[in-house]
């Protein structure tokens, strides 16, 4: 977009960010604690010389990483064509630049760009993708990382995955997530694998679980990982993690164990190639949870 030409300003500003969770008690603001948001909006309302509240694709609970997080909020077009100062550099890119100078170490923004007004990070969203990162090896433990999840067992990472297959798809996953009020806990799971990457990947020697769907129920990614740990140690059949899921209950031991948040990223957030979907996928999204209660605020909480 030509910001000088006279083009309308939809007032929109999209940021791509990366955040180290570990020393956060989670994205969203609360009054007294450090958080990721909390941390940003204090960054922005300096730059920008106005409050700014930002809406997040998927809220990151204490100590969960990301890598490809998203979100959107609101600025006056001067605020926004002042950004530059002096120089000749986009209001985007200035942004970028500004906000490294005043944000903690542990939060990197990536990009920052005007979008349609139609965008909303949250419901505009196609998928989100996580991966869950298990160091099961004493031999290749790296004691630099802080983004993996030390585990004193080796696992079976075949039978883990064969395992998780039984889940793709749209199911009911009350079993592995902790369940909000007046929130579904139906959601598509569109993958979940498991593996250990080879040769030279920054991920060799961990045991890594990819995991993509439509949106995410509070806990359900660090639910399903701590079921599969159990099967990959051989406590639980391949079989168990299915039986669980069709069990539809919190109850004892039909309630799948969690694991802990350390090992947790964001890696992406997938929206629509066409800008010009943006609004359309939005409307969809808030439909779908709207029409009935059981299908309200749906959420993408790990």
Same mark, same amino acid.
């Given at each position: ?31 007294? =604690?450090? @958080? ?34 998203? %979100? ?8 926004? =064509? ?66 993996? =999840? ?28 902790? !369940? ?11 993958? %979940?694998?498991?593996?250990? !990457? ?18 995410? %129920? ?66 969809? @999204? ?17």
């Amino acid at each position: 977009m030509n910001y000088f030409s006279g083009e309308p300003f939809s007032g929109r500003i999209r940021l791509d960010l990366a955040y180290d969770g570990t020393g956060f008690h989670g994205w969203a603001r609360q009054p007294g =604690l450090r @958080t990721v948001q909390g941390e940003l909006e204090k960054a922005l309302g300096v730059l920008l010389r106005s409050e700014v509240s930002v809406t997040v694709a998927g809220r990151t609970d204490a100590g969960v990483h990301s890598r490809g997080q998203a %979100c959107h909020f609101e600025v006056e077009r001067a605020a926004w =064509l002042a950004l530059p100062g002096r120089s000749d550099r986009r209001p985007g890119e200035a942004l970028v630049s500004r906000l490294a100078a005043v944000l903690p170490d542990d939060i990197a923004v990536h990009a920052a760009r005007e979008v349609p007004e139609g965008f909303d990070a949250r419901f505009s969203a196609i998928s989100r993708t996580y991966r869950y990162r298990i160091s099961d090896r004493l031999d290749l433990r790296d004691p630099m990382r802080r983004d993996v =999840l030390r585990h004193r067992r080796v696992l079976d990472v075949a039978r883990m995955h064969e395992a998780a297959q039984a889940l793709l798809g749209e199911h009911d996953f009350l079993s592995y997530s902790k !369940p909000r009020e007046g929130a579904t806990t139906i959601r598509t799971l569109l993958r %979940c694998d498991f593996e250990r !990457p080879e040769g030279d990947r920054a991920d060799a020697g961990l045991v890594v679980a990819t995991v993509q769907a439509d949106a995410f %129920c509070h806990h359900m990614v660090r639910s399903i990982v701590g079921e599969m740990m159990a099967v990959g140690e051989g406590r639980r059949p391949v079989s168990h993690p299915a039986e669980i899921l069709a069990a539809c209950s919190r109850e004892g031991a039909l309630a799948a164990p969690m694991a802990p948040p350390q090992g947790l990223t964001l890696e992406a957030v997938e929206y629509p190639a066409d800008e010009a979907d943006y609004a359309a996928q939005a409307v969809l @999204t808030r439909r779908r949870r709207d029409e009935s209660p059981e299908l309200m605020s749906a959420t993408a909480i790990s």
